[in-house]
């Protein structure tokens, strides 16, 4: 059940980070800002209105019936919350789809993207299918970084957005859509393969809604969850150019222990064994996983 009390407002945008002074012009991050709502104000009354672009009238709400109906699953494709389809949003001109703002549309420009959680398992985001209202006046609370990489690309790979992207049946295609991948599907990986007695081994799995698993020699298994995390390294997997021999593992060798790193790309997971041919590229990133981790390669 939905309380105020349970409930978090965070304010996503993005960041220039840089040394003028050392010659860098700037690289992005995207912030995450705590949103504090003005005395008297009731975050759970607060409305919600159906985007009139998806041609589906339906009646406005509020947030706190939007988390009890997406509690008891009513918020499933053709569900009394969201549109059967969005039909109704592609008959209209490509041109006038990108003023319409809804996250919806992949070539809209955004300059923040709002997110409300409901305690640790259920969240909202504004301007997919619905516009939160009566939002002024509100003071903004600390501040982090949390994802290196643009809003776009935020936008286009975090785990918080893209499920509520694909919650609407449509051939509308989305940057993010070729990565067609359930919550628990695998979509990072990294792992060294057992060797002579006594050799470090380890193995991490990432799944594509941030939750991860690690096991390694002489510790305890690490189990956690991390969108943010999981969004930066998705974005810099997605920046590795495409080849088409990253899956041919070098000839076994008895007790040679093996690393192998996994990584979504062209929408679907390559297995890439490092070896002295590895691309740069590719080694870079099994170091950022490694390091995003706390693994020792």
């Known amino acids: 059940m939905a309380t105020a009390a ?121 301007e997919v299918f619905y516009r939160l209202e009566g939002v002024d006046g509100w003071t903004r609370g600390a501040c982090a970084d949390v994802v290196e990489g643009s809003l776009k690309d935020f936008i286009r790979f975090s785990p918080l957005i893209q499920p509520r992207l694909s919650e609407g049946r449509s051939e509308l295609h989305h940057p993010g859509r070729a990565r067609e991948f359930s919550a628990d599907d695998c979509v990072l ?52 150019k495409e080849v088409h021999d990253l899956s041919i593992p070098p000839p076994f060798v008895h007790d040679r222990q093996t690393t192998m790193v996994i990584f979504p790309l062209s929408g679907r997971n390559q297995r890439v064994t490092l070896g002295p041919n590895t691309r740069p590229e590719v080694e870079d990133f099994a170091k950022k996983v490694a390091a995003a981790y706390g693994i020792e390669l």
């Open 189 to 240: 990986g990294l792992s060294k393969s057992p060797g002579m007695p006594n050799t470090l081994r380890y193995s991490l799995e990432v799944f594509a809604d941030g939750r991860f698993h690690r096991t390694a020699t002489h510790q305890l298994d690490v189990h956690g969850a991390d969108v943010h995390r999981l969004t930066t390294l998705l974005i810099a997997a997605s920046r590795i």
């Open 6 to 126: 349970t409930l978090r407002f965070e304010l996503y945008r993005e960041v220039e980070r840089g040394n003028a002074n050392a010659g860098n012009n700037g690289h992005p991050f995207v912030e995450r800002c705590v949103l504090v709502p003005p005395a008297g104000v009731d975050p759970l009354a607060l409305k919600l209105v159906f985007l009139p672009c998806f041609g589906d009238p339906k009646p406005e709400t509020t947030l706190g019936a939007y988390f009890k109906a997406q509690a008891e699953g009513l918020d499933l494709p053709g569900g009394d919350l969201l549109p059967r389809s969005l039909d109704g949003y592609l008959h209209h001109d490509e041109a006038e789809r990108r003023a319409f703002g809804t996250l919806v549309e992949p070539r809209s420009e955004r300059s923040s993207v709002l997110v409300v959680w409901n305690g640790k398992a259920q969240w909202y985001v504004d």
